[in-house]
């Protein structure tokens, strides 16, 4: 016991010197940053509603055409980002195969849209 006594106190003063060494650290000034609100960007919008309707770009659109007008308008305009927007109601299985559709329409980044405090109604 005695020797598990002279243990821990070794290491209990190893600590207490070491301590002070572990704040000491190279004093960087970091660059100040502006907390701008995202600039709001166009982009092709897919949407699911609650009775589970497509509509791309608010125009509402079949299952059977989604394909052909996503490639339609991905190749108008190919830097436009594609960002699929589900309902709360959807279930999120949908949600999945929509995206599949999206990215079987040659699509090869597709993005979700979250709902964000500020959009919160």
């Keep these: ?14 600590f207490i010197i ?6 000491a650290g190279v004093k960087v000034e970091l660059p100040k940053a502006e907390n701008r609100s995202p600039q ?9 509603d609650g009775q589970k309707q497509i509509y791309v770009n608010q125009k509402q659109v079949s299952v059977d055409n989604l394909s052909g007008v996503v490639k ?3 190749s108008a305009a ?5 960002l699929v927007e589900g309902d709360a109601a959807v ?9 599949d559709a999206v990215r ?8 979700l849209v979250l709902e964000t405090p ?4």
């Design 1 to 14: 016991m005695t020797s598990l006594v002279d243990v821990t106190m070794v290491l209990l003063i190893i």
């Design 118 to 121: 500020s959009r919160r109604r």
């Design 78 to 82: 190919p830097q436009l980002p594609v």
């Design 40 to 48: 709001p960007r166009e982009a092709i919008l897919i949407a699911i």
């Design 91 to 99: 279930p999120y299985g949908e949600v999945i195969a929509l995206m």
């Design 104 to 111: 079987n329409a040659g699509v090869e980044n597709v993005g």
């Design 72 to 74: 339609q308008l991905v």
């Design 18 to 23: 070491a301590a002070p060494f572990m704040r």
